[in-house]
């Protein structure tokens, strides 16, 4: 059903990335194409404003707005009409985000450098965040959630919320989007969507404010978009096209290693879906329900393209290769059917989320968890983790010292300052602290 790559043979330490670069499947997107084509969509918001953002509104997604602000009472009256199902679910999506992001905030660690010198961690919130959600033929109120609760729980002041506008709803967002705003007491939502809305939130209009950073998923525009204004505002990350990886032994069901790679393959055609496997009959069996599952399933032109796509079966000797090709390839989502799963799960290096065992599906992650879902895509993985509370915090050194204690460095500031040639920065401590006679508030030894 998915192609094979056969790697039996190959000893653990050889299996990285200069091997398996071309090797492994994963879908090529072009950033720096679709840079070219919102660049100037990006110029357009930054002089006009929101004229542009109503003009590309318009010609984009075929809806003229007086104003990208949706009305407060849009967002009661979506909250007001939820299925009650829904909204239960969504409560419990955010009970449990907040839990697990609230032991993310960091305190502010005091470190005593010497008597009378102390330096403190001061994290610190940035002021607006803007929340991009992505909508079209499906709605994602989980990423409501999920972008919401980190910033929240951060303490950010201002949260907007930007999400395009549907023609067949009088211009508003998807009202499961405007509902999961509302229950989190979100009131700014902007029906805006692709570049125009990256725009809008990093530049601000008469509409909306700038924002100091930008979070969320989206298509390859909005990617781009963000590339673009990166330097003028924060932003989370470069969103590619959702991928798993399935490390799985002899002991793994089949139908439930099946069963993830459909649901991955579920988001997208250019979705990727890897399985790696050191027993040639799981391989097998995978493939048997897979054809049974793809058959069944409600998307299925877009499972069979991602599966036919970029998708493969990795065969390899042991764990220790299974681990080596995961952690070359870098997943978004990483799943570990196997025996002795928790161990295996601590060794990984390289992934935006390790779900360990047959009982914690990616599904599981993308809305129950309490993890986020907002995660690394790409291989970017190896250097970058997922969104969270400290995507919205920044560290501020306090450096407190008195005269004492800088007179103990001065000497070592002579020296450097010396060194580098920068000899006002020398007279500055000197201007304090004399080079010869007493220190003001010295501490005399006892």
Not at 28 to 36: G, I, M, Y
Not at 100 to 110: C, G, M
Not at 209 to 229: C, E, F, M, Q, T
Not at 287 to 299: F, G, K
């Amino acid at each position: 059903m998915i192609t094979r790559v056969d790697l039996r043979g190959e000893a653990a330490a050889n299996l990285r990335r200069p091997r398996l670069d071309g090797v492994l499947p994963r879908a090529r997107v072009d950033v720096e194409s679709a840079l070219e084509a919102v660049r100037p969509v990006c110029e357009d918001v930054r002089q006009r404003g929101a004229a542009a953002v109503r003009d590309q509104t318009r010609r984009f997604d075929g809806v003229d707005l007086a104003s990208t602000r949706v009305p407060e009472q849009a967002l009661a009256d979506a909250l007001a009409g939820l299925e009650p199902r829904v909204r239960a679910a969504l409560q419990e999506a955010a009970r449990r985000a907040r839990l697990v992001h609230e032991a993310q905030r960091p305190s502010d660690p005091v470190t005593k450098v010497a008597d009378g010198a102390t330096v403190t961690e001061r994290y610190v919130p940035v002021s607006r965040a803007g929340v991009y959600v992505p909508g079209g033929l499906v709605a994602y109120p989980s990423s409501v959630v999920m972008n919401v609760i980190p910033a929240q729980v951060a303490g950010v002041e201002e949260i907007a919320v930007a999400s395009p506008p549907q023609a067949g709803r009088d211009g508003l967002p998807h009202p499961a989007v405007l509902a999961a705003c509302a229950l989190l007491g979100v009131t700014e939502v902007h029906a805006a969507g692709g570049a125009q809305a990256i725009a809008m939130l990093g530049y601000g209009t008469e509409d909306c404010a700038p924002a100091d950073i930008i979070s969320g998923p989206g298509n390859v525009y909005v990617a781009a978009a963000k590339r673009l204004l990166m330097g003028r505002v924060g932003t989370d990350a470069e969103a590619g096209p959702t991928e798993i990886a399935i490390i799985a032994d002899g002991a793994a069901d089949p139908a439930l290693v099946a069963a993830d790679l459909v649901a991955q393959a579920e988001h997208d055609e250019l979705a990727a879906c890897l399985l790696i496997t050191t027993d040639p009959g799981l391989a097998d069996r995978t493939d048997t329900e897979l054809a049974r599952q793809v058959a069944a399933t409600r998307h299925r032109e877009r499972v069979e393209a991602a599966l036919a796509g970029q998708s493969a079966c990795v065969l390899v000797d042991d764990i220790d290769a299974a681990l080596a090709v995961s952690d070359a390839w870098a997943p978004e989502h990483l799943e570990i059917q196997a025996e002795g799963a928790a161990g295996i799960a601590a060794r990984v290096r390289n992934a935006g989320a390790v779900f360990v065992g047959p009982y914690a599906p990616v599904s599981l992650g993308d809305y129950l968890a309490g993890s986020n879902h907002v995660l690394p895509t790409g291989g970017t993985a190896r250097h970058s983790g997922g969104l969270s509370v400290l995507t919205f915090l920044r560290g501020i050194h306090v450096v407190d010292y008195d005269a004492a204690a800088l007179a103990e460095v001065a000497p070592y500031i002579d020296a450097l300052g010396g060194a580098e040639d920068l000899a006002a920065h020398v007279d500055a401590v000197r201007a304090r602290i004399p080079a010869s006679g007493p220190v003001p508030g010295a501490r005399r030894a006892p």
